[in-house]
């Protein structure tokens, strides 16, 4: 079965580089453009993985992220945070808020993929364990 990624981001364009890129790697694509959308379609659709934005409009990404910790739908899926807002800060502010890994901007479709098979392998052999 494809695994579901939620990829939530304001900037369209690389929404589209996303979503073509990911899709050829085989997973199933859903986009949200504001963290309020962002937040009702990862409780609906119970994502294997969501790529955040922490800039976001109606809701940011650190918001968004604390969201869906307290879900327990949500509570358990990788998140891996894209920024491109600089230092520290935002990083450590990202981890604190419940973000499994941390990218920056701008990021490459590759190093992106890789992250995203390494976080859901990782889950994988987690869930293995478990049996």
């Known amino acids: 079965m494809r695994k579901k990624i939620l990829v939530v981001d304001d900037n369209k364009h690389l929404l ?5 890129s990911l899709k050829g790697e085989g997973f199933s694509i859903t986009t949200a ?4 959308d962002a937040v009702e379609k990862a409780v609906s659709l119970v994502p294997d993985l969501i790529l955040l934005d922490l800039l976001l409009p109606g809701l940011d990404g650190f918001a968004v992220c604390e969201t869906l910790r307290k879900h327990p739908v ?4 990788p998140i891996i945070i894209m ?4 230092g520290q800060f935002s990083r450590f502010a990202g981890f ?3 973000g499994t890994d941390f990218i920056a901007k ?5 190093a ?11 889950q994988e052999t987690a869930g ?3 049996v």
Do not use: D, F, Y
């Open 96 to 98: 604190e808020s419940g």
């Open 16 to 20: 589209g580089l996303l979503r073509l």
């Open 106 to 110: 701008p990021v490459t479709p590759k």
């Open 33 to 36: 453009a504001n963290g309020i």
């Open 128 to 130: 293995q364990m478990l």
């Open 74 to 77: 949500t509570a358990a899926t």
């Open 83 to 86: 920024t491109g807002m600089s």
């Open 112 to 122: 992106l993929i890789i992250k995203i098979k390494s976080l859901l392998g990782a």
